[in-house]
């Protein structure tokens, strides 16, 4: 047996208007940094295109000769050399078999390209060797001075351990 105390409000109420709620898109958070290609557009760029020799252009299902369709962008290192550095733009050719395209056969092939020292990164070999030898330079020079203080301690390390080219 309902008592109809609580009632009022479903009874008053005008069920066929109903108010859509608004739904708010989320807002997407982006890591707020610098642009890479403004802090290097005033460095000289170089492009290096990795490309299969011509006696290698052949098919490894129909033997067929394949042809070049374009080159894709993989990613852009600093290449340093002391007291030269350039952005070294990687690109790597595409080539398509095109009697394997009209058999239906996966017909596109890329040549082999040797993967970065860090990922996502404009690190090279050469950039990391150089930071890595100025750090452990500078970090040796502060010790010898601060810490230990004496002069031959410090020549007699150099001359033992010699750093440099």
């Not at 739904?23 to 460095?43: D, H, L, M, Q, W």
């Amino acid at each position: 047996m309902a008592l109809g105390l609580f009632n009022a409000a479903e009874v008053t109420k005008d069920f066929t208007v109903l108010q859509p709620v608004p739904f708010e898109e989320p807002v997407k958070r982006t890591r707020s940094g610098y642009k890479r290609k403004a802090a290097f557009k005033n460095i000289p760029q170089q492009d290096q295109v990795y490309k299969i020799e011509e006696t290698q252009r052949n098919c490894p299902k129909c033997g067929d000769n394949i042809s070049v369709v374009g080159k894709k962008f993989l990613r852009s290192e600093i290449k340093y050399i002391p007291a030269e550095i350039s952005i070294v733009n990687i690109y790597q050719e595409t080539y398509e078999c095109r009697k394997c395209k009209k058999e239906g056969l996966p017909s596109f092939f890329n040549p082999y390209t040797p993967e970065p020292v860090l990922q996502h990164s404009y690190a090279t070999a050469s950039s990391v060797a150089w930071t890595m030898y100025q750090n452990l330079y500078k970090q040796f020079h502060y010790i010898a001075k601060k810490k230990i203080g004496s002069r031959w301690v410090f020549q007699s390390a150099v001359q033992h351990y010699p750093i440099g080219y």
